[in-house]
């Protein structure tokens, strides 16, 4: 990746910046026997042009392009994804202003992406048949508001329309996909995902205290999801047995999200230490309005209460996580139990060879807790639940 940035005094353009990146990415897929089964490759370049002209009135802003171009290919027995290319073109425009009821923004991005597959490599394979190709045209926008109404204390609030253009997995996936031992199948006749998003967030500041309470809706008019259709698929593996996964589709349907996140932060001082202590509060449901029944593989709500401790050089820190059980599931899907788990760490600060350094010590999971996560689909879960109890020592120097 390369960043830049070039300052103009005087003029219209008061500043360019630009950022460029190329990722080169392959691995193989070793089988027992020693022999590469599939290789999967991403060759991917990127480039964004933002300019901040100078100030209108009491608008000041930026104007942008981007572009990406990505390929990418499966090769070999477990591909489940045809190669394909997908180049995207973007123009955006972000604006800001004063008025009397605080920070006004207003943003607009125009978009091309176009997804193509290459389809069989063998016609005779009947995979992923024959090349074709999508385009899409999407348009975004959104109007953002800060309203600081008292010392401390803010209120911002979000309105968004946004499109999306469905990706190469979402629309040719077709074969079992090894790492969630399930078969998934895209959707090439699939059309954008379009929401509508309304955020808003309260703060309250003073010192280093610190209180948020945010709620936000969304509702899609077409929301792309990976979804259990709870039949199974009968595929034969590398040794000729017979072996049945669960099937998996990519679908659109009508969707709403609703959520609340609540976080406060707080510090106190006892005998020469300073602790900080934190809570945090996120809950989520989302409904598919087409089939009337929760979308799948979402985040339970959850509680979190740490503390940092800090005196000198030294540091210790404790956090404690509780996830309830989610029961709000499709028909297709199981419960994912609840669970509460406890991290603890300490650290110290020194010099060495004059530089900073860093030496810690952290303890994850301490009561060796089995947690599943509810966001995995239903093939993984069972298999990898989170990390248990772990033990991570390490020094860190800055130079």
């Known amino acids: 990746a390369l960043d830049g940035e070039w300052r103009l005094p005087e003029g219209p353009l008061r500043s360019l910046r630009a950022r460029l990146g190329r990722t080169v990415y392959e691995h193989r897929e070793i089988e027992g026997s ?14 964004r042009l ?38 995207k073109q973007g123009l955006f425009v972000l604006e800001e202003a004063a008025w009397p009821l605080g920070t006004l923004s207003g943003g607009v991005r125009v978009e091309r992406a176009r997804v193509a597959s290459a389809g069989d490599a063998d016609p005779a394979a009947g995979q992923f048949g024959a090349a074709q190709q ?43 996909h090894a790492a ?10 699939l059309g954008v995902e379009r929401g509508r998003n309304l955020d ?36 034969v ?13 990519f679908r659109a349907a009508r969707a709403r999200l609703r959520g ?38 979402l985040a339970p709500a959850r509680v979190r209460l740490a503390v940092d401790a800090t005196h000198g050089p030294w540091g210790l820190s404790a956090s404690l996580e509780h996830a309830q059980r989610q029961r709000r599931v499709p028909a297709t899907d199981t419960a994912t139990g609840g669970y509460t788990v406890l991290d603890l760490a300490a650290t110290r600060r020194f010099e060495w060879g004059g530089h900073e350094a860093l030496a810690f010590v952290k303890l994850g999971n301490v009561g ?21 109890r772990a033990l991570k020592a390490g020094l860190r120097v800055s130079f």
């Open 260 to 297: 609340v996140e609540v976080q406060g932060r707080h510090r106190l001082g006892l005998g020469g230490w300073a602790l900080d202590l934190q809570a945090q509060l996120d809950l989520v449901r989302g409904d598919d309005l087409d089939r009337g029944e929760p979308l799948p593989r």
């Open 134 to 176: 999508r385009r899409f045209s999407l348009r975004s926008a959104s109007l953002a508001n800060l309203w600081t109404f008292a010392p401390g204390w803010s209120l911002a609030t979000t309105l968004a329309g946004t499109e999306r253009a469905p990706t190469s997995f979402e629309l040719y996936a077709n074969g079992v």
């Open 237 to 249: 593996d590398e040794d000729g047995n017979v072996e049945s996964v669960p099937e998996y589709q």
């Open 180 to 189: 969630t031992g399930a078969y998934e199948r895209g959707d090439p006749t």
């Open 368 to 388: 060796d807790t089995l947690a599943r996560s509810a966001t995995s689909i239903a093939s993984v879960r069972d298999l990898a639940p989170l990390p248990g």
């Open 34 to 47: 020693g022999e590469v089964g599939t290789v999967f490759a991403t060759r991917g370049s990127e480039a």
């Open 50 to 87: 933002e300019a901040e002209h100078a100030p209108l009135g009491p608008l000041r802003g930026v104007l942008g392009a981007q572009w990406e171009d990505s390929d990418f290919s499966a090769l070999g027995e477990e591909a489940f994804v045809p190669s394909t290319t997908t180049r």
């Open 200 to 235: 808003v967030a309260l703060r309250w500041a003073q010192g280093d205290s610190e209180v948020r309470i945010g709620a936000f809706e969304s509702r899609f008019s077409r929301f792309i999801t990976l979804a259990a259709t709870g039949a199974d698929i009968d595929v």
